[in-house]
C-alpha cells in the first residue's frame, strides 16, 4: 500500500494561472510534509515544508495547504511561470527516524 | 543550495562489478541518508546514519548493499555485486536531525550494464 500519492501525475497551466497540485498519506504518525521540486538531470531541492501543527504554509507565490483530518494537503502556485517546469515532489517523515516517504511526483509544465 | 558532495556524477559498471559512491554531508549535519531513485521517478530509502551509527536500514541494503560513514572520512554507499535493476540515481541527503530538512546532493548516476 502506498503510504504517499500525489495527483495528478502531470498537469499543465498557462502562465499566470494557479497550479494546484494534490498529495494525500496513510500513515497517521507522519509529521512532516516537505515538497521538494526537481529538475531534469538534478537532484530534489526543498520548495517548501509544513507539520501538523499549522493548516497553512506560504512562501511567496507557494502555499501548502494541510488538513490533517483528512490527511490531505495541497500545494498551490499562484501566478505560475514557465520556470516552475519540473516535477514537484511530496514527502512525509516521522521525526524520529527521519526517513523520508515520496510520492511519485506531479509534472507541472507552465506555457508561456 | 545544497552543501552535500557526491562522487563519482556518473558509474557504468558490468553485472557482478562493486560499484562504490562517496559522499560528504554538509558541514555540521550528523545526520547522512542515501536513497534511490528509479527511471521511473519512485524513491527508495535505503540505509541512514547519525554520525559513524547506522539508524534504520531496508533489507535490501543489508545483502548486497554496505554502507559507512567513518569519522573524519567521506560516507559511500557500494553495492557488491550490481545488477542491471540497480541502474539508478543514488542521491545522498543530510541533515541537523531526525526533524530537520534534508539537504541532497547532486547524486550518482548508475549504469549496470
Known amino acids: 500500500q502506498q503510504q504517499v500519492r500525489q495527483s495528478p501525475q502531470s498537469l499543465t497551466v498557462w502562465e499566470g494561472e494557479t497550479a494546484i497540485l494534490n498529495c494525500s498519506y496513510e500513515d497517521s504518525t507522519f509529521d512532516y510534509f516537505p515538497w521538494y521540486w526537481q529538475f531534469p538531470r538534478e537532484s530534489p531541492a526543498l520548495l517548501i515544508a509544513?507539520?501538523?501543527?499549522?493548516n497553512k504554509k506560504e512562501d511567496g507565490r507557494f502555499t501548502i495547504f494541510f488538513n490533517k483530518r483528512e490527511k490531505k494537503l495541497s500545494l498551490h502556485i499562484t501566478d505560475s511561470q514557465p520556470g516552475d517546469s519540473a516535477t514537484y515532489f511530496c514527502?512525509?517523515?516521522?521525526?524520529?527516524?527521519?526517513?523520508?516517504?515520496f510520492g511519485d511526483g506531479t509534472v507541472l509544465t507552465v506555457k508561456p | 543550495n545544497s552543501k552535500v558532495i557526491q562522487t563519482p556524477r556518473y558509474l557504468v559498471k558490468g553485472q557482478g562489478q562493486k560499484a562504490k559512491m562517496r559522499c560528504i554531508p554538509e558541514k555540521g549535519h550528523p545526520v547522512v541518508f542515501w536513497y534511490q531513485q528509479n527511471k521511473n521517478n519512485e524513491f527508495k530509502f535505503l540505509i541512514n546514519f547519525q554520525n559513524q551509527e547506522v539508524l534504520q536500514q531496508i533489507d535490501m541494503t543489508e545483502k548486497r548493499f554496505s554502507a559507512e560513514c567513518p569519522s573524519n572520512s567521506p560516507c559511500s554507499l557500494e553495492i557488491q555485486s550490481s545488477e542491471a535493476g540497480d541502474s539508478a540515481l543514488y542521491l545522498c541527503a543530510s541533515s541537523l536531525g531526525g526533524q530537520d530538512t534534508q539537504y541532497f546532493g547532486p547524486g550518482t548516476r548508475l549504469l549496470v550494464l
Open positions: 509544513i507539520r501538523p501543527v499549522s
Open positions: 514527502a512525509a517523515s516521522v521525526t524520529n527516524t527521519g526517513k523520508l516517504t
